[in-house]
């Protein structure tokens, strides 16, 4: 696929940002790490915009606004923390305005500080921060060669309380509740209770919320809004109808501040080809922003997307079963990656099959095509690790299974995800660890900071070598575990050798032979120390259980 093609990232572009010139290196979407932030549950950059839209502090536990915003993501980018940990790419929660009210799921009250209940799809939710606080995180990561995804939701609005009014019968379904027996009763009904289910499939053309009306001449701006969705309509010649008033206002973002990809939420929960028509659309959107603002684009790598499709796993393949008989090849509706929901149960089994699995999956029937993998999120509630007992084997698993990684927020902190106090999906929503990061508290037999130390070792290592998450895989011993990651693709040649399980307190040759040759000087990430292959073996200087092994 041509959107996958490999290319040498210059990220040393002019800016406006007080930055020396980021090296170039090798960037394939295949091989990203992405880090996943819930922006309110990160860090507070600016107290000011606590409590917006008069949110109170009267949500159950770990369920309404905890301060995180913009610049406090900001903050981090500046200060190098997703530089150290390799991230290629920062995805954060969806920005848009959420309900100004609160609701009960049945686990408490709940605010939208998660990003997934929509009030208003064009505008920035106020406790996150402003226009200007997100063109200065966007900027920065881009400074940096960091890029930036736009978490998208077009399947539902928020709920509905008091504050926040139901939107007209012709824009959504308030019922059926979704029993997910076929496509039917998966895409038009409601997630839950109480979750307005946009009519993303209607063919009817309908007029704007009263309520949104209202809003934007309150706000001032329903002349220009009006006029912008009148143009696009035109332009595009597409019918007025839910589905491309949010095609319209999501590309929006995208065009307005340079977002260099898309997350799709609750993607089997509309018609496939809804996603086609936004990928289509954002992906133009992208290429408008990028020649209205050479000197901050990275590169010029095509417009990146992933679906979120609950359950998907890369045994799937390009055909997912919605029941009923009917199978849906998502990567067909413009998608570059899924998110696999399957790694945290792989994750369990002997690496050596892990890895070869994977590997052979991508090279195969994924072929142009990759998966997003993970070991914990915000809403899968049987996380790899959720004590993070294991938060070292955790990190050297998912940073090395083939296919692009997402790190969820505090994943290299070890930020516990069995928060007693809290219920459901909150337990895994609490917020950044930054003081036991600081403190490097013992979780187990290690600190935390000794944690994120190897998790960011690890993942420089990756960022450096796109053959790790994007190459052919060979085992080339059983034990002590050595393998090879080789990559031959659009003029780029990158292989590594990875030894784990090496016998921490003695020096071990690792054979390298067919690989590097006698005579060659190596380097070994995870020690930082070099030394020449002889009789086809390669001996470290300085002792070590894990060997990341370069020119």
């Known amino acids: 696929m041509k959107l996958h093609a490999l290319v040498l990232s210059l990220l040393g572009f002019a800016t406006a940002l007080p930055l020396a010139a980021a090296p170039a290196r ?29 949110r109170k502090d009267d949500a159950a ?65 106020a406790s996150l921060g402003s226009e200007a606080a997100l063109h200065q995180l966007v900027d920065s990561a881009h400074a940096r060669g960091i890029r930036v995804i736009l978490d998208v939701v ?16 012709d824009w959504v379904r308030t019922s059926p509740t979704c029993t997910y ?61 839910p589905r491309y008033y949010l095609v319209k206002w999501h590309a929006d973002w ?9 997350r799709a939420d609750t993607v089997k929960h509309t018609e496939p080809d809804v996603w086609a028509d936004l990928n289509r659309v954002a992906s133009a959107a992208f290429e408008d922003w990028k020649k209205a603002n050479p000197a901050k684009r990275i590169d010029d790598t095509p417009f990146f ?16 079963d919605l029941g009923g008989g009917t199978l849906v090849d998502y990567y067909g509706q413009g998608f570059h990656s899924m998110i696999n929901f399957g790694m945290k149960q792989d994750a369990q089994q002997d690496l050596e099959p892990l890895f070869a699995s994977y590997a052979q999956a991508l090279g195969g029937p994924l072929a142009g095509v990759s998966v997003l993998n993970y070991l914990s999120s915000h809403d899968d509630g049987e996380p ?31 930020r516990r995800l069995d928060i007693a106090a809290a219920s459901g999906d909150a337990r895994l929503r609490s917020f950044m660890n930054w003081d036991e990061l600081a403190r490097n508290d013992a979780r187990g037999a290690v600190g935390v900071a000794d944690v994120r130390r190897h998790w960011a070792t690890l993942g420089r290592f990756r960022q450096a070598h796109v053959a790790i ?52 000087r190596l380097r070994d990430a995870y020690s930082g120390t070099s030394a020449i292959v002889a009789n086809g073996v390669v001996a470290f200087p300085t002792a070590s259980a894990i060997a990341l092994i370069s020119e």
């Open 384 to 414: 790899f690790d959720a004590a993070r007992v294991r938060a070292i084997d955790a990190g050297t698993r998912l940073l090395l299974t083939p296919g692009a990684a997402q790190i969820y927020y505090g994943d290299e902190s070890a």
């Open 26 to 54: 090798p960037f394939s979407w295949d091989n990203a790490t992405v880090y996943f932030v819930l922006t309110d549950r990160f860090n507070n950059g600016d107290p000011s915009n606590d409590h917006a839209y008069g």
């Open 181 to 241: 027996k076929d496509a039917a009763s998966t895409i038009d009904c409601t997630l839950v209770s109480n979750l307005p289910d946009i009519r993303t499939g209607s063919k009817q053309a309908v007029k704007l919320p009263p309520a949104l009306v209202a809003k934007w001449k309150r706000e001032g701006r329903y002349d220009q809004e009006t006029a912008q969705l009148d143009a696009f309509f035109k332009r595009t010649g597409y019918p007025r109808t």
């Open 254 to 262: 995208i065009r307005k501040y340079g977002f260099d990809g898309l």
């Open 61 to 125: 536990p770990l369920r309404g606004y905890m301060g995180g915003d913009f610049a406090g993501i900001t903050a981090k980018i500046r200060a190098g923390y997703f530089t150290d940990l390799g991230v290629d790419a920062i995805w954060i929660s969806p920005p848009v305005e959420q309900i100004h009210g609160a609701t009960d799921e049945g686990s408490g009250k709940s605010y939208g500080f998660h990003g997934y209940w929509a009030r208003d799809f064009t505008s920035i939710d």
């Open 305 to 320: 997307s992933t679906a979120e499709v609950y359950n998907y796993t890369i045994g799937h393949g390009r055909s997912f």
């Open 154 to 169: 077009m399947n539902h609005t928020g709920p509905v309380t008091a504050e926040d009014p139901v939107w007209p019968a």
């Open 469 to 520: 998450g994007a190459g052919q895989h060979q085992m080339l011993q059983a034990s002590p575990y050595v393998f090879k990651r080789s990559y031959d693709k659009a003029g780029l040649r990158d292989t590594v050798v990875v030894a784990l399980g090496l016998p921490p307190d003695q020096r071990t040759a690792i054979p390298v032979r067919g690989v590097f040759k006698d005579g060659q």
